[in-house]
């Protein structure tokens, strides 16, 4: 618990950022109109494949015997698809709801 809060108090700085960062990413999203929640989407979906890529990389170059490493590295692969996946579904559900009804 004192390795905590010193690397706390020795980083305090950093954590006013996430805090602060945390506000204005919510702040953000909650004023996105519907409209350009597709759009948003997409690019979202691009950057967690580079994630997904990234992780698989990272992976690739961890020991044998990093158990943590690997497992880490397995976990953000297996988010990230879940996270791109999931865009998609949103997305396209949010295109079906543009196109003429069928009569």
């Not at 999203?29 to 698989?56: E, F, K, Q």
Request: without cysteine; proline residues 2%.
């Amino acid at each position: 618990m004192k390795e905590l809060i010193h690397f706390l108090g020795e980083n305090i700085e950093l954590l006013y950022i996430l805090i602060l960062s945390i506000f204005v990413g919510i702040e953000v999203i909650g004023h996105v109109p519907s409209v350009l929640h597709t759009p948003l989407m997409s690019g979202a979906n691009a950057i967690h494949g580079v994630v997904i890529v990234g992780a698989i990389i990272v992976m690739l170059d961890t020991a044998d015997d990093n158990y943590l490493g690997l497992a880490l590295g397995f976990i953000a692969v297996i988010l990230g698809t879940l996270n791109v996946v999931g865009g998609f579904v949103v997305t396209d559900r949010m295109l079906e709801m543009f196109k003429k009804k069928k009569k």
